[in-house]
């Protein structure tokens, strides 16, 4: 997570799986697994009085 202030102002940025590799979650038995999660990028701007 980035995150920038100024004045009353806050951005932040996040991101999981940046370069958006492949991989199991985990598995349950020999014959059930869960994929990973895709390539997440998250903004968020907020402004406080």
Known sequence: ???YDIDN???SINASNLFD???VAGCFDL???NA???R????R???RW
């Not at 997440?40 to 903004?43: I, Q």
């Open 31 to 33: 014959v059930q697994c």
């Open 1 to 3: 997570m980035a995150r």
């Open 21 to 23: 590799k492949h991989y």
């Open 36 to 38: 990973g999660r895709v």
């Open 9 to 11: 102002w806050r951005f």
């Open 45 to 47: 701007v907020s402004y």
């Open 40 to 43: 997440t990028v998250l903004g």
